[in-house]
């Protein structure tokens, strides 16, 4: 998890500071979703990480929303890099 993640967030930064950007937000929520799933996949009666997971779902949509709202350039080409939608 940690490579792909390290990969992920230096592919959404805008500069080389950037650390808390919308993209890099969906960057981090994105792989802790993706850990969550695996998790769910070997442990399939842990009910109360299912919150977790759902925060971060929607937290993630909500990110989105607002940056294709404000942004769409950058909405594209988060989605495009992340592999989110088809």
């Known amino acids: 998890m940690a490579i792909n993640n390290k990969k992920n967030l230096e592919s959404a930064k ?3 500071k950037d650390v ?5 937000q969906i960057a981090n929520l994105s792989e802790k979703i993706d850990y969550l799933t695996e998790h ?4 399939k009666n842990d009910k109360h990480s299912t919150r977790g997971l759902l925060k971060a779902v929607n ?17 594209k080409n988060i ?7 088809k």
């Open 14 to 16: 805008l500069n080389q």
């Open 20 to 24: 808390g950007s919308s993209a890099i």
């Open 40 to 43: 769910f996949k070997r442990n």
């Open 59 to 75: 937290q993630r949509k909500r990110l989105l929303s607002y940056l294709k709202k404000n942004n769409a350039e950058s909405y």
């Open 79 to 85: 989605l495009e890099k992340l592999n989110l939608r």
